[in-house]
């Protein structure tokens, strides 16, 4: 992600450093991680001591300081699934990927979340991949959902 | 019409919408809620959209891509009006029979019905649906009927007229006597008296103040929050827009949570529709009040749902919470008096100030009024949300609205109040659900996840799930909490695992006692409860897996075994061939077993033996039968 679109995104934002939060989720989102680069260029425009970015990045789970793959997975682990199997199905994906939650592959093919609710716990077990719901899958059709992603 | 500047032109806007509204003209709906996507709403609208084109109907049919109708389960949903015929689990491939046989030939489409699974008998219309038929969906109700990036829509069923009521009929402080009148509580949590709030912030001495909509809905199983959001996001305005009147504020936000794009991105149409028509900005409806609001998205950490940690992280911080007193309400956003409430009770707003407050208390309890919206979700036939009066006993919402446990298993549990709340068994079913009476069950109301639990589901696993959780979710910053919390874990996790001790219960009830009463927040205090409240109820059942090292729902991993019923195999192969840790030992005409050392206990056998021979099942607390000598597995 360059600096003129990292900048682009705070000037959105009008540089005000009460913005940090949204600032780094529009970055997040749009680039997959926060490179060191970018935080860099956070804490000079806004600035706000890295320290305090640090914090931020480390307490709030959508930030990740690590590249993810090109696909995220997101499984759901809230109670509505986990009464459902939520388990059985992290397991089987686990065993498709070689993941463990938190992981991405060294290829950055797919990476591995859990997530507390999706708000689809109607059709739990739920997982997401790239923003694509999936409902009511049994851990054998959620390793084949893989199968569809390059 | 652009700009609406007065009470007047309010009405004659809507008078226009309605007159260009023919109530006998079809339409058809369909629901595009998140749920709904899953299930694959987005493409069943654009059949409907083709199909539409192709038979020549679009200037006769109007189609509408409404919010969640709350049934789940059953989605996509369509809706075909002036008759209402209640169309459930489209897919494409129907829509082209729905046209032309409901709309050519009106003909019904019977497949598509709800079917009662016990009688099998059909029901055509909505009302006819168990489902919907038990329920009073005063809030939830407006989602099946507009569009909610449309501000036509809105205004067609009523909308501002609330707050054009509150605006130029009554004073601030009317305004807050009609929310205590009404006796609301809040939808979020606790049910603290919102009227109550609003005079707090609203006495507290300053100019600038601020409202803000909690929906951070953090509590898993919960969903109330965003279907409102997503389904009807100018209510939630409007409700906000009073309150930011009788409190004296001008600016407003609202927090989402990030797991929660569609809620956001309709929010955001909603509020660009409102400021067209002069609905947020300045001098709305030309009484004088300025109002603006600003949408702040969560960054994944369910303890931003408190909301003294939501108001760091609206201050661009962490989200640590911090003590009471003070509270919000003297010392909030950056440091100015501030109103907090939960979307439902927001969206509970325009009907109190309609209605009234007479009217809107005369539904519920004594002291829990109006209606709550519950997310029944788990081991429940008709998951989904449902709106009930408060004070209906829990087993009706459970078997009458919910059609009881699938698959004829027994019920055992729901838990309700999320990580703080509790599990009630089966013998309190007769309990009438509001604020009070689930306290005292040992639960409690939270923000209304309904969580359903049968005979497969192990209490001991549960209490150590919602653990994990809040272990997960604690923010580190006091003691009691961090450890207490980790320190319980352990112990579950233990009992889980075949590791529990003796005296490890009383352990566990001496740690739930300092964590409850040395934690700074409420997500500290709250957290033993389920621990609490399943030891309570279900105590036979750790004791089972402390002295026994039996999980009696079959569940916890490593106190089970898969084992075949030699007397039952049918050398069928259908286990061997499809578990993945290649652990059964098959071949052709033998007795299948399988082999302890290797399996993974993942389950897949158990699904693949075909029902009509069951062979296949697990034991607990038992020793696993000695390996047959081939000669033994060999079929006659
Ligand atoms: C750990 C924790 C999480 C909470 N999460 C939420 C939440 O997700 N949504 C919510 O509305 N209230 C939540 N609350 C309650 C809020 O602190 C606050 O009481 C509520 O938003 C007030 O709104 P109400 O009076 O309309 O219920 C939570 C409280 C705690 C202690
Ligand atoms: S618990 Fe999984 S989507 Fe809500």
């Given amino acids: 992600m360059d600096i003129g679109r990292i900048d682009q995104v705070i000037d959105k934002h009008d540089g005000e450093a009460s913005s940090l939060i949204q600032i780094l989720l529009e970055i997040q989102s749009e680039n997959h991680w926060l490179p060191k680069e970018a935080l860099d260029r956070v804490s000079e425009r806004l600035q706000v001591p890295m320290s305090r970015i640090q914090h931020i990045t480390t307490f709030y789970k959508a930030f990740s300081q690590v590249p993810k793959g090109r696909h995220e997975i997101h499984v759901c682990v809230g109670t509505a699934c986990h009464v459902r199997g939520a388990q059985r199905v992290l397991e089987a994906l686990e065993d498709a990927t070689g993941l463990k939650p938190g992981e991405t592959d060294v290829e950055l093919k797919f990476s591995l979340e859990t997530v507390n609710c999706l708000g689809c716990c109607a059709l739990g077990p739920v997982m997401v991949v790239d923003g694509e719901y999936h409902g009511n899958v049994a851990p054998a059709k959620s390793a084949e959902v893989l199968k569809n992603y390059e | ?636």
């Avoid at chain 2, 207490?484 to 579950?492: P, Q, Y």
Wanted: charged share 25%.
């Fill in chain 2, 1 to 636: 019409m652009l700009m609406i500047n007065s009470p007047a032109e309010l009405e004659a806007c809507r008078k226009d919408i309605l007159s260009k509204r023919d109530p006998k003209k079809p339409c058809i709906t369909l629901c595009s809620g998140s749920a709904c996507h899953a299930t694959g709403s987005e493409k069943v609208a654009r059949a409907i959209e083709l199909e539409v084109k192709n038979h020549g109907l679009d200037v006769e049919v109007d189609i509408r891509r409404t919010g969640c109708h709350g049934f789940c389960e059953k989605g996509p949903i369509v809706v075909i009006y002036p008759e209402g015929i209640c169309y459930l689990k489209v897919q494409p491939e129907d829509v082209c029979e729905i046209i032309s046989h409901t709309f050519k030939e009106k003909k019904i489409v019977e497949r598509l019905l709800y079917c009662d699974p016990n009688t099998g008998e059909k029901a055509t219309f909505e009302h006819d649906i168990p489902f919907y038929k038990n329920q009073e969906r005063l809030v939830l109700g407006l989602n099946r009927k507009i569009d909610p990036k449309s501000f036509e829509d809105y205004m067609a069923v009523g909308g501002y007229q609330a707050l054009s009521k509150a605006l130029f009929e009554m004073t601030p402080e009317e305004v807050i006597g009609e929310v205590k009148g009404a006796n609301l509580r809040g939808r979020g949590g606790a049910g603290f008296p919102s009227g109550l709030k609003w005079e707090m912030a609203r006495n507290a001495p300053g100019d600038v103040k601020y409202v803000i909509v909690n929906c951070d809905e953090g509590d898993p199983g919960a969903y109330m929050d965003r279907s409102l959001m997503e389904g009807n996001p100018f209510a939630v305005l409007e409700g906000l827009m009073i309150g930011a009147y009788a409190i004296g504020a001008r600016e407003g936000y609202v927090y989402v949570r990030q797991e929660y794009p569609l809620a956001v991105s309709n929010l955001a149409e909603a509020m660009k529709q409102a400021t067209r028509h002069g609905l947020l900005g300045k001098n709305i409806l030309g009484s004088g009040f300025d109002f603006t609001v600003k949408v702040h998205c969560g960054a994944g950490a369910f303890i931003c749902g408190e909301e003294t940690s939501l108001l760091m992280s609206l201050e661009g911080k962490a989200g640590e919470p911090n003590p009471r007193p003070p509270f919000p309400a003297t010392k909030g956003l950056w440091g100015k008096p501030t109103n907090i409430n939960n979307v439902e009770t927001w969206a509970n707003i325009p009907l109190v100030i309609n209605k009234g407050a007479a009217a809107f208390s005369a539904l519920g309890t004594e002291v829990s009024k109006g209606t709550k919206i519950f997310s029944l979700v788990g081991k429940v036939n008709n998951t989904g949300l449902v709106e009930v009066p408060m004070g209906i006993p829990l087993r009706d919402i459970i078997y009458k609205i919910g059609g009881g446990v699938p698959g004829g298993k027994k019920f055992k549990a729901v838990q309700t109040g999320g990580p703080s709340g509790g599990c009630i068994p089966e013998a309190l079913l007769d309990i009438k659900v509001d604020f009070e009476e689930l306290t005292k069950a040992g639960a409690m109301m939270g923000s209304g996840g309904m969580i359903v639990m049968d005979e497969d589901t192990c209490m001991v696993d549960i209490s150590r799930y919602f653990l994990e959780f809040l272990s997960d979710e604690s923010c580190g910053k006091c003691t009691p909490c961090r450890e207490g919390i980790r320190r319980m874990l352990r112990i579950l996790t233990d009992m889980t695992t075949g590791k529990g001790k003796e005296g490890d219960l009383e352990l566990l009830e001496e740690l739930a006692e300092t964590t409850k009463g040395a934690s700074l927040c409420a997500l500290g205090k709250g957290s033993p409860n389920p621990v609490l409240s399943t030891m309570h109820y279900f105590r036979e059942e750790y004791e089972a897996h402390i002295v026994h090292k039996r999980c009696p729902s079959l569940s916890c991993k490593e106190l089970i075994n898969y084992v075949i019923d030699p007397e039952k195999c049918k050398a069928c192969g259908s286990c061997f061939r499809q578990c993945p840790a290649e652990a059964i030992h098959g071949g052709k005409k033998m007795i299948h077993e399988v082999i302890q050392e290797k399996c993974t206990k993942c389950g897949t056998c158990l699904e693949a033996c075909p029902a009509r021979f069951g062979a296949v099942k697990k034991i607990s607390g038992e020793p696993v039968p000695a390996p047959l000598s081939e000669a033994q597995r060999t079929m006659a």
